[in-house]
């Protein structure tokens, strides 16, 4: 039996030449929303989570640090400037940090958000709208400030940490904020900045500012009453633990959300933040253990808010072995910082902001200069297309010079802007509680609250 098949066509029919260029430009299209939908579901959860590191995450963190009579008075400085510096940020706040004006601040074109909407901003972030970009720059507005509480906690009167707070964000964190990320800033590394220095997530920005802004504070408040001669110890650790974790966990979206988008960027900022945590809290503990023969949950918790702060600027350009190298140092150096620094020169420093902050930010802004290799962050290209060298390991030992400036400039901000801030609040309203308020504590002298009321 013989069985017959049609012949088939020599050559398939081919797709018209415009039909094939509408496929592949629909698929573009797919993907590039897919794309963009992905990242702004990670940019929006990214948002939460550095909203968490400052409520509940700091404000208990802190909370737990001080003395019982005043955990109201300091959980209320950071859910007051959750409210404050978002209402600032909306109106000026965001256009004078990533409006276009000069090297040093921003423009007026955001102002009250004009123009902010659901369409990319392709200078900062092609793949979410600008409204998201936004709101995730907001939450470090809200957390930097919050920051510096931890200097003046139970001795600043609350209507004079609230006009410091405002000033402080005009005068120190909006140019920061622009130097660094803005358009044409003078220290911005990717756009059209005249000394490129690497800040991944708030290095300089954020952690330098805050924490030298805390030490100027401290020094100007003067001690608390009874410092160094009567016992000031935490009221309650189990609430800081509590905080600290919230931190750690919060501080995926600092960091990994700093790269803007869901990809590979943020998969290897998310493993260096939390190996730089891990490293920290295993130095820290283990120069404690060495020195006191103990060592304390307060070490540890102290110990994993070091490493973050030191990984932050170099989340987004190391790779995980010198993450947790950096983790490791800060463990040490902050450790160090706050006892035998501390103690040697007397500033009564609260709840340790410039030891941890001032000191684990300047850490890391250099030791990123070291470690960044366009091996992680090949966003920095020649006119070839080719990636450029970035830290020392690439062999751009002018790096670590680029980021010594960076830091200093945050320092130099944060010690005049400071200064400026609080002799002003000071000729306001005065600083300083009265000895009566502090000694009642500033519950119940500032708020008319108690945190633990035994009768109810």
């Not at 189990?238 to 501080?251: D, E, I, P």
């Not at 993450?323 to 902050?334: K, N």
């Not at 902050?357 to 020649?382: C, S, W």
């Not at 690439?394 to 010690?415: F, K």
């Amino acid at each position: 039996m013989c069985l017959a098949f049609p012949l088939m066509p020599l050559a398939m029919a081919q797709p018209a030449p415009d039909a094939l260029a509408k496929e592949v430009e629909s698929l573009k299209s797919a993907v590039s929303a897919a794309q963009t939908s992905g990242d702004n579901a990670w940019m929006l959860a990214s948002c939460a989570l550095v909203l968490l590191m400052t409520g509940p995450g700091l404000a208990l963190f802190y909370g737990g640090l001080v003395r019982k009579k005043n955990v109201l008075g300091t959980l209320m400085h950071s859910f007051v400037l959750m409210a404050l510096a978002t209402v600032v940020w909306a109106v000026i706040g965001y256009s004078l940090s990533f409006g276009e004006g000069n090297a040093i601040i921003g423009g007026t074109q955001y102002l009250f958000l004009n123009g902010v909407g659901t369409d990319p901003n392709a200078d900062y972030a092609a793949t979410i709208p600008q409204l998201t970009f936004m709101a995730f720059q907001l939450m470090f507005a809200i957390i930097t400030p919050a920051l510096i509480s931890g200097a003046y906690a139970e001795r600043i009167k609350f209507s004079a940490m609230v006009l410091y707070t405002t000033l402080w964000l005009f005068i120190v964190y909006f140019p920061m904020a622009h130097m660094v990320w803005g358009k044409g800033g003078l220290l911005n590394a990717f756009l059209g900045g005249k000394i490129p220095c690497f800040d991944f997530a708030g290095g300089t920005v954020v952690h330098i500012t805050s924490g030298v802004s805390a030490l100027v504070a401290a020094i100007y408040l003067k001690p608390r009453k009874g410092y160094g001669v009567d016992p000031i110890r935490p009221h309650n650790l189990v609430l800081s633990f509590t905080g600290a974790c919230l931190l750690w966990f919060g501080w995926f979206g600092f960091n990994a959300g700093s790269a803007l988008g869901s990809g590979g960027l943020a998969s290897s900022a998310f493993v260096a933040t939390h190996f730089g945590a891990a490293a920290a809290t295993v130095g820290w503990l283990l120069a404690e253990w060495m020195k006191s023969g103990k060592p304390s949950i307060l070490g540890g918790i102290s110990g994993s808010v070091a490493g973050l702060v030191a990984i932050t600027p170099a989340s987004g350009f190391v790779k995980p072995m010198p993450a947790l190298l950096i983790g490791f140092i800060a463990g040490v150096v902050c450790y160090l910082m706050v006892t035998a620094v501390k103690n040697k020169f007397g500033y009564d420093d609260s709840l340790d902001a410039f030891g941890v902050h001032g000191a684990g930010g300047t850490l890391g802004a250099i030791l990123t200069g070291v470690f960044a290799t366009n091996a992680v962050n090949n966003a920095l290209k020649d006119a070839s297309g080719n990636p450029l060298p970035l830290g020392l390991v690439d062999g751009n030992a002018a790096q670590i010079g680029n980021q010594a400036i960076g830091a200093g400039i945050a320092i130099a901000l944060g010690l005049v802007g400071s200064f400026i801030c609080l002799k002003v609040a000071d000729m306001v309203c005065g600083l300083r509680a009265s000895d009566e308020h502090e000694t009642e504590g500033l519950d119940l002298s500032m708020h008319g609250e108690e945190g633990y009321n035994l009768e109810a």
